[in-house]
C-alpha cells in the first residue's frame, strides 16, 4: 500500500501509476475514515479533486511536503 | 457547468475487466461511465501480452508476476481499484482513469496545472527578491536561462520537482515554504 503518512487522523497516499497528462505532483488525504478526502497538489497544497483541507491537515501535509515530493519521484518515475 | 470533483467523482461505484477487449468498464458513484484500454492505464503493460513477468512495477526494481484480473476489486477507500498479482497488488488510483477517459477531468487538470504554475511562480519571485536576487543571478545559480527564471515566475512554466527543490536548496528555502499557511 503507498500509504506514505498517517497521523491518525489523517492518512496521506501517493500511488504509483498516477501521472497525468500535465505531470501534476499531488497526493491523496483522507480523514474521518474513507467518507472525506481530497487530492492536492504539491508542493503548494492546492486542492485539485475533493473537499479543501481541514486546517490541521493542511499544516500535517505542509510540514511533510519533502517525504512526499520524495515519494512521488520514486512511485512516479 | 463546471462539472463538482467531488467524492462521488472520485468513488466506483462498479469496476469490470473486459477480457477479450483488454478493457475495464468504470462506473462512478455520481454515474460516470467509462470504457477504458488497460494498456493506456498501466502503460508498462503494453509492449507484450499483459502480465507478462518481464513488465515492471512502476517506482520497484522487482519484476511483474501476472495480474489476475479475475480478481479485481474495488480497494477500501472506493476510489482505488485494486488488481491482484502473486506477490503484490497493482493500485489505479481513480484520477488516473479520469485523466485517460474523461475530457472534462483533463481539462480541469489544465486548468489547476497553471494555477499551480502561477502559484509556485509567485512564491519563486517572492523568495528570489527576498533574497535580494535579480532574475539573471538566480538564473546563473540554478543554471538555467533568464528566460526559464522570468517565464517560470510568471507562471508560464508547469515547474517539475527537480526544478523547484533545486531553486529551494539555491536559496535556501524549504519545500514547505511553496505553500501558503
Known amino acids: 500500500m503507498p500509504k506514505i503518512l498517517d497521523s491518525g487522523k489523517f492518512r496521506v497516499y501517493i500511488y504509483a501509476n498516477d501521472d497525468n497528462p500535465h505531470h501534476l505532483l499531488h497526493c491523496h488525504v483522507y480523514w474521518d475514515g474513507n467518507d472525506h478526502a481530497s487530492v492536492v497538489s504539491l508542493p503548494d497544497l492546492g486542492v485539485i479533486a475533493g473537499e479543501a483541507l481541514p486546517r490541521a491537515a493542511r499544516r500535517y501535509v505542509r510540514a511533510n511536503v519533502d517525504v512526499l515530493m520524495a515519494a512521488w519521484r520514486r512511485l512516479n518515475p | ?181
Open chain 2, 1 to 181: 457547468m463546471k462539472k463538482n470533483w467531488d467524492r462521488a467523482a472520485m468513488r466506483f461505484a462498479s469496476a469490470r475487466y473486459i477480457d477479450r477487449q483488454g478493457m475495464l468498464d468504470v462506473t462512478f458513484e455520481n454515474g460516470d461511465q467509462f470504457l477504458v484500454a488497460v494498456e493506456s492505464v498501466l502503460p508498462w503493460l503494453s509492449d507484450g501480452p499483459f502480465a507478462r513477468p518481464a513488465s515492471r512495477v512502476a517506482g520497484s526494481a522487482a519484476p511483474l508476476a501476472p495480474l489476475d484480473w479475475a480478481k479485481l476489486r474495488i480497494g477500501e477507500t472506493g476510489d482505488v481499484l485494486e488488481v491482484p498479482a502473486s506477490d503484490t497488488v497493482i493500485e489505479i488510483p481513480w484520477d488516473r482513469i479520469r485523466s485517460i477517459a474523461d475530457p472534462e477531468f483533463r481539462a480541469h487538470l489544465a486548468d489547476r496545472a497553471d494555477e499551480r504554475a502561477r502559484r509556485i511562480g509567485g512564491r519563486i519571485r517572492a523568495m528570489r527578491l527576498e533574497a535580494g536576487l535579480t532574475p539573471v543571478a538566480l538564473a546563473e545559480k540554478v543554471g538555467v536561462s533568464r528566460e526559464v527564471v522570468t517565464n517560470l515566475e510568471a507562471g508560464k512554466i508547469e515547474p517539475e520537482s527537480d526544478l523547484i527543490e533545486h531553486i529551494a536548496i539555491v536559496l535556501g528555502r524549504r519545500l514547505r515554504e511553496f505553500t501558503e499557511e
